[in-house]
């Protein structure tokens, strides 16, 4: 796989689609205040539609964005559902014994120390709560990264078919990773991570500038995120390209021809 080509022509496809075409740039802007429409778009880009395509249909692009805001929820949920049966019982924990009380938070060092000195059964609590918190943590990050492999192919997927179901067949999305190749997939996410976590940096930069730093970051994430959505969404629709075979998936809404992968 050349990751070069593919990064360069995912450059070139943000590039193209909005250097110069600031209306198009704006209303893009206009569509990530009302996600639905921008997650339709994008919808478009991983369908395959190049260059990038004009901004419009905007009912039709509203329920595709719903149905992806969908998937994404259906993939995700399992994993802030974990986060949330983890943390819970040691907050509640720390709540019972009064630690987010007024007068604790008053407490010296040396006083909270006291203070849990006489506690020892919440120690133990702690430590039980606590451990459970990072046991259900560890589980989080591995079932976190499974959802990535299956999803970042499962979005591009039920945009082809245009079936909801179909992003989450994971024999066929398995079949697909294995004709990219393993070894081949695994660099991909990790190349796209690393794109998303320097953009991320970036941003953050600008918030570390005393007082204006928010509204400089607020300026530069509306400038930057729509060409940096074109970016990540063609690359995510190459590398599914990649692992295209001849059999036919199954047919989208009537009058829409089957499409293949």
Same mark, same amino acid.
């Given at each position: ?7 360069d ?7 193209e689609?909005?250097w ?6 704006l209303v ?12 339709? $778009?994008?919808?478009r880009? $991983?369908r ?13 692009i ?9 998937v994404?929820i ?47 059964e ?7 709560t ?16 499974g ?8 979005v ?10 179909e ?29 998303? $976590?320097?953009f991320?940096?970036?941003?953050n930069f ?5 007082v204006i ?10 400038i ?16 599914y ?21």
């Amino acid at each position: 796989m050349d990751f070069g080509s593919i990064l360069d022509d995912s450059f070139a496809y943000a590039k193209e689609g909005v250097w110069e075409r600031w209306s198009r740039w704006l209303v893009l802007i206009g569509c990530i205040i009302i996600f639905p429409l921008i997650l339709g $778009y994008i919808v478009r880009i $991983y369908r395959g539609e190049r260059p990038a395509p004009e901004p419009g249909e905007w009912a039709t692009i509203f329920v595709d964005g719903l149905k992806l805001l969908v998937v994404h929820i259906v993939y995700w949920a399992p994993v802030f559902l974990l986060i949330l049966v983890g943390f819970i019982p040691f907050i509640l924990t720390l709540v019972s014994a009064g630690v987010f009380s007024e007068s604790f938070s008053t407490m010296s060092d040396t006083q909270a120390e006291r203070w849990f000195d006489s506690h020892p059964e919440l120690l133990s609590q702690l430590l039980v709560t606590g451990g459970f918190m990072v046991l259900l943590i560890l589980i989080t990050i591995i079932l976190a990264i499974g959802i990535t492999i299956f999803s970042f192919l499962g979005v591009v997927r039920f945009a082809r078919t245009r079936s909801i179901s179909e992003a989450f067949n994971f024999s066929a999305l398995l079949a697909h990773i294995r004709r990219i190749g393993w070894i081949n997939y695994i660099i991909a996410l990790i190349a796209i991570s690393i794109i998303g $976590y320097i953009f991320s940096m970036i941003l953050n930069f600008f918030s570390l500038i005393p007082v204006i730093g928010i509204f400089i970051e607020l300026i530069v994430m509306g400038i930057l995120y729509v060409p940096f959505i074109l970016f990540s969404a063609r690359f995510s629709s190459c590398i599914y390209d990649m692992g295209l075979e001849g059999s036919l998936e199954p047919s989208g809404p009537a009058g829409t021809p089957p499409v293949s992968g």
